[in-house]
T-cell receptor, first 111, second 116 residues
Framework: GQNIDQPTEMTATEGAIVQINCTYQTSGFNGLFWYQQHAGEAPTFLSYNVLDGLEEKGRFSSFLSRSKGYSYLLLKELQMKDSASYLCAVRDRAGGFKTIFGAGTRLFVKA | DSGVTQTPKHLITATGQRVTLRCSPRSGDLSVYWYQQSLDQGLQFLIQYYNGEERAKGNILERFSAQQFPDLHSELNLSSLELGDSALYFC???????????????FGEGSWLTVV
């Protein structure tokens, strides 16, 4: 089966940098995603990592280490609108390429 | 706008009833996924279809069923509804044609189901 762990909540200050970690266990790793979700809204795609290393996209970067089963999402120059839940998701070949989501990390950005 | 369309947006029904949620994937996407999200909970994977065939199954109750039609739209049927089935039901789709970049899942706005 799959197991995805990420912190439940984090708080950071506007303008700062925050790193949200995700660890996972899966038998047929086929990629890791990060999504942003505001309360009551649909998750929106942020990043996708399938190979080790850092992917940078504007203020957001995502890192993957497959050997360690570890990823992080780095958010720079935090803005109030970044207050949301951040979901780590893993795509698994086992059982048909399903994509399983972690419980999410609720980020609070304060002034 | 992700391009994934779900109807209805809101639905209120009584316990014991049956409802059908509908989803049209993004143009060209072959895979359709259904997820359930209860209040303040994570996304629970229910089921995935690929080009009309069931591909992966998650924690879907026996009272729930789904299908994907030849035109690739999908329906999720929820029967014998219970209070605990109240949740936001998301449909999502992806290209899934073998390229890594095609594995990204795009979500619809969701269907809010309230069982009273």
């Amino acid at each position: 089966g799959q197991n995805i762990d990420q912190p439940t909540e984090m708080t950071a200050t506007e303008g700062a940098i925050v790193q949200i970690n995700c660890t996972y266990q899966t038998s047929g790793f086929n990629g890791l995603f990060w999504y942003q979700q505001h309360a009551g809204e649909a998750p929106t795609f942020l990043s996708y990592n399938v190979l080790d290393g850092l992917e940078e996209k504007g203020r957001f970067s995502s890192f993957l280490s497959r050997s360690k089963g570890y990823s992080y999402l780095l958010l720079k120059e935090l803005q109030m609108k970044d207050s949301a839940s951040y979901l780590c998701a893993v795509r698994d070949r086992a059982g048909g390429f399903k994509t399983i989501f972690g419980a999410g990390t609720r980020l609070f950005v304060k002034a | 706008d992700s391009g994934v369309t779900q109807t209805p947006k809101h639905l209120i029904t009584a316990t014991g009833q049956r409802v059908t949620l509908r989803c049209s994937p993004r143009s060209g996407d072959l895979s359709v996924y259904w997820y359930q999200q209860s209040l303040d909970q994570g996304l629970q994977f229910l089921i995935q279809y690929y080009n009309g065939e069931e591909r992966a199954k998650g924690n879907i109750l026996e009272r729930f069923s789904a299908q994907q039609f030849p035109d690739l739209h999908s329906e999720l049927n929820l029967s014998s509804l219970e209070l605990g089935d109240s949740a936001l039901y998301f449909c999502a789709s992806s290209v899934d044609r073998g390229l890594s970049s095609g594995n990204t899942i795009y979500f619809g706005e969701g269907s809010w189901l309230t069982v009273v």
